[in-house]
């Protein structure tokens, strides 16, 4: 199944530049106007969403079902097939229109789900199972020692996905008020070392990030994502297997208090409702 969404994302985002491309000329062409509004109707907020996350790398989640798109996507199917209909357009729009609403579709309800069950070793009230990853300065570092006061630790899928990154820099924006309660963050990622160390450049005190290079922790935790990379991302250095985006907040010693296991990729807890953890 991961095979075939490895593949499905990457066909999905190039189709939906394509018909934004084709909406776009069309209008400006001043061809087939409504159908071609359509056409882009349904493409061009993904696009959007899309290059916003990846060039500001500031947003940290969105709504699960992203029912603006999904609504505006609906609306630019109905305006290609009135115009089909009414005004005997081409009908190559509409299923240009339908091909963008459904591929959002699938976007939305099957390549943004894991299916996942909650990990069998990540149970609040237990231990946190012991593992070890690398810090910045190559050093391994055992659990322990990121337990070794209250803590979050954060499973991010890499520098290559933008909502991680998003997640980073919102968490990195609140890092005195963790620090301020005495809570250690941590992120760990299954990357080199190399983009790890870039990864932490110019974040703040408190922070602490780690590789886990073969994503030995993310398997003994049982979070781990076999060909969950989009396809052709290895060539940038990246490992096919990545890891379920979690979050495990711990207390002192390394007692879970809570988790975070997403089914969405999109979805993902705020800062406050991480700080509220500790506060109960």
């Known amino acids: 199944m991961n095979s075939l969404k490895r593949i499905y994302v990457i066909a999905y985002i190039i189709g939906a530049v394509q018909l934004t491309i084709i909406g776009v000329q069309g209008l400006v062409d001043q061809h087939h106007m409504l159908a071609s509004l359509g056409v882009m109707m349904t493409a061009l907020p993904i696009v959007v969403v ?22 505006l996507g609906f609306v630019g199917v109905g305006l290609a097939a009135w115009e089909a209909h009414m005004a005997h357009g081409p009908r190559d729009l509409v299923y240009m229109a339908l091909a963008g609403w459904i ?42 020692t990121l337990t070794q006061q209250d803590a979050i630790i954060i499973f991010i899928r890499g520098n290559w996905c933008p909502l991680c990154m998003g997640q980073v820099n919102e968490m990195a924006a609140g890092a005195a008020r963790f620090a301020e309660k005495g809570i250690r963050v941590s992120f ?14 110019g974040k703040p005190e408190g922070m602490h990030f780690y590789a ?3 994503n030995d922790a993310a398997r003994i935790l049982k979070i781990h994502n076999p060909a969950g990379l989009p396809f052709g991302m290895e060539l940038m250095g990246y490992r096919s297997e990545t890891v379920l985006p979690t979050v495990i907040a711990t207390s002192k010693g390394g007692e879970i208090l809570w988790t975070h296991e997403t089914d969405n990729y999109r979805v993902r807890p705020t800062v406050d409702e991480l700080l509220a953890v500790f506060q109960e």
């Open 212 to 214: 886990d290079v073969k």
């Open 50 to 71: 899309l290059t916003m996350a990846l060039i500001t790398q500031r947003m940290a989640r969105t709504s699960a079902n992203l029912p603006a798109l999904l609504v």
């Open 188 to 201: 760990i990622a299954p990357q080199s070392l190399g983009k790890t160390k870039a990864l932490a450049k």
């Open 103 to 144: 591929g959002t579709l699938v976007y939305v309800f099957w390549y943004s789900r894991f299916g996942r069950t909650p990990s069998p070793v990540i149970a609040v009230g237990e231990g946190l199972a012991a593992f070890e990853v690398t810090n910045v300065d190559g050093d391994l570092e055992s659990s322990a």
